[in-house]
């Protein structure tokens, strides 16, 4: 929030400025109470006696009344010191409030996917033969998958990266214009998170589950932990990230259609 930002600490937290958190309707002030010349539309949050606000003074507001409570659960749970990394759902509800409804934020957005599907995960195979056996189990239904809803998607285990159908990558671009600014954030966080555009596409479908998803997006790093072990304090951290970040996004979707 707003406030948050305004007194971050180093550490990447700030002190704790609430005692309460509470939910309202949109349209109504932090008691409740209802503005004549407002149109309900949804839900907010408020903490103590204030309309919780984004960085850019945006009023967060929820279109579900699941996915305010959820929001306000985040907020509810910060101990004297509020740390924004412990809330996944409220940096994604921010990001789309604040700037995925801008034209040329949508525009930067969609073309950086594109740019990087070309080293898809799903699409660059491994030298090992082992690996790119597990990497053709878990992805080729993803590739085929796409190809069916996208056009021809090649694979390719060519440092140079696998050839891009042209035609394919308008229907992406088109597809991704047409989401509104949370599903435009939420196909951005799980892209970024599993390395794939596909994976994120199709897990946002509803297609894939988080389990899946993670799975897919870590075949070769797996298969590195089973061959020489666990690093402790290395890979097992790279683990639990990537649950919250693949898993944030579909739980804010999930909520948001409650």
């Known amino acids: 929030s707003e406030r948050v930002v305004a007194t971050m ?3 990447g937290t700030a002190p704790r400025f609430y005692e309460k958190v509470g939910l309202v ?6 008691s409740g109470a209802s503005s004549s010349s407002s149109k309900t539309t949804g839900w907010g949050i408020v903490l103590d006696d204030r309309r919780l606000r984004t960085p850019k003074r945006n009023e967060y507001s929820f279109a579900t009344r699941a996915l305010a409570v959820a929001i306000g659960m985040e907020w509810e ?3 004297d010191r509020v740390a924004p990394y412990t809330m996944p759902l409220t940096g994604l509800s921010a990001t789309a409030i604040d700037h995925m409804g801008d034209a040329e934020t949508r525009k930067l957005h969609v073309e950086t996917l594109l740019k990087h599907f070309t080293t898809d995960v799903t699409r ?4 090992d033969e082992a690996i790119a056996a597990r990497q053709a189990e878990t992805h080729d239904p993803i590739i085929k998958w796409a190809t069916k809803e996208f056009g021809p998607v090649d694979v390719s285990d060519s440092i140079f990266g ?3 159908n042209e035609k394919a990558v308008e229907v992406l671009r088109k597809r991704l ?4 600014p949370w599903e435009l954030t939420c196909a ?3 892209s970024a998170a599993t390395k794939s555009l596909l994976i994120g596409l199709k897990t946002l479908r509803g297609e894939l589950t988080v389990d899946q998803a993670i799975a897919a997006a870590r075949v ?3 298969a590195q932990i089973e061959e020489w072990g666990l690093v402790e304090g290395g890979h097992d951290l790279d683990q639990l990230d990537i649950r919250v970040r693949v898993g944030a996004p579909v739980m804010l979707m999930k909520l948001r259609a409650v």
């Open 9 to 11: 600490r180093a550490d």
């Open 25 to 30: 309707r949109d349209g109504a002030d932090a």
């Open 77 to 79: 749970a910060q101990t």
């Open 124 to 127: 660059v195979r491994s030298c």
């Open 162 to 164: 696998p050839p891009t």
């Open 177 to 180: 214009h047409a989401m509104c």
């Open 188 to 190: 951005f966080a799980l």
């Open 220 to 222: 070769e790093e797996e």
